[in-house]
């Protein structure tokens, strides 16, 4: 049967009304002198003769699928698979970063504490932060890497833009002896950190490889000679401090030594958002969710379907 143009007109017109003006279907009917029921079918022949098309668009550099194949494969909270400009690890950084950020400003709430560590990704992502919920931030480790005021300073800017108070760990993240760890641990401000790790209601961690290796840690580590040692051992990466094997189990070498939240108060945490890509992470990313170090994941498409891969 072919349509005229009388009924292809009030088609249109139906559409228009239900899509673009956000008419009810009562209201279309009443001024057409219809029922619902012949809206309904108006609407869904709309549809049918490409009157009305749906696109769904998120932002080019978002892989939906993938995002969704994480998910799913490893039981994740929040899951986003970005597409960097290049492979270079200056732009899966910043795209790594500008994804967290995003995130974070969508998700965090007035009844969270924020739970950081150190890391170029996450320094990348904290200069992006623009408004947050008013929380408090917690450092979830002393300082690590050559620029020892990135692990403080990612934890100030993130308290900059919430407004809420900052606690971070004037420390390294790994000392000489225990001894020193512990001498530490005792001054008023650093217990003050560490009083906070059971509040922490969503972490955001950075994820260092060991082999091959890619980590911060990994680099003060083996200043000591025991790098090399701890990789000998299985050790493929780490998560603030807690060293891991490629199946997640925990090695617990460096605990005493170490200023940071423990692999137990971690899992304890509601909700901790890896972030890390990069071809040389994807063990030490695929060992952190076997053992239940992170709930979420921000990474690249190339080592989202690596991991997806080895799932």
Not at 49 to 70: F, H, K, N
Not at 184 to 206: E, H, M, N, Q, W
Not at 267 to 280: F, K, L, N, Q, S
Request: glycine content about 8%; some cysteine; aromatic content about 4%.
């Amino acid at each position: 049967m072919i349509m005229g143009p009388d009924e292809l007109i009030r088609i249109a017109h139906a559409a228009r009304r239900y899509y673009l003006q956000d008419r009810s279907r009562v209201d279309i009917a009443a001024e057409l002198g219809v029922s619902r029921f012949k809206v309904a079918r108006m609407l869904e022949k709309a549809r049918e003769l490409g009157i009305v098309t749906i696109d769904v668009q998120l932002p080019d550099a978002i892989d939906p699928e993938l995002s969704i194949g994480l998910k799913n494969a490893f039981g994740l909270v929040h899951s986003i698979a970005v597409t960097s400009p290049s492979q270079t690890s200056e732009a899966i950084r910043q795209s790594l970063g500008e994804a967290t950020a995003t995130l974070l400003q969508e998700i965090v709430t007035p009844a969270d504490t924020l739970g950081f560590t150190a890391g170029r990704t996450l320094d990348e992502a904290t200069k992006l932060l623009v408004d947050l919920p008013r929380c408090d931030v917690v450092a979830l480790g002393g300082i690590a890497g050559p620029v020892r005021e990135h692990g403080i300073e990612i934890v100030r800017r993130v308290a900059r833009a919430s407004g809420g108070e900052s606690y971070p760990i004037f420390a390294p993240l790994l000392v000489q002896d225990e001894a020193t760890a512990e001498a530490l641990k005792a001054d008023p401000l650093i217990r003050d950190a560490y009083s906070r790790f059971g509040r922490v209601t969503k972490g955001v961690v950075a994820i260092g490889s060991w082999n091959p290796p890619d980590s911060q840690l990994y680099d003060s580590a083996n200043q000591g000679a025991i790098a090399q040692e701890l990789v000998d051992r299985g050790v493929v990466g780490e998560v603030v401090a807690t060293l891991y094997d490629r199946d997640g189990n925990v090695d617990s070498t460096l605990d005493h030594r170490s200023l940071a939240i423990t692999a137990d108060e971690l899992r304890r945490v509601p909700e901790v958002i890896g972030v890390a890509g990069g071809t040389t992470k994807v063990e030490a990313i695929r060992a952190a969710l076997l053992g239940g170090l992170i709930t979420s994941l921000i990474t690249d498409t190339g080592t989202a379907r690596a991991l997806l891969d080895a799932a």
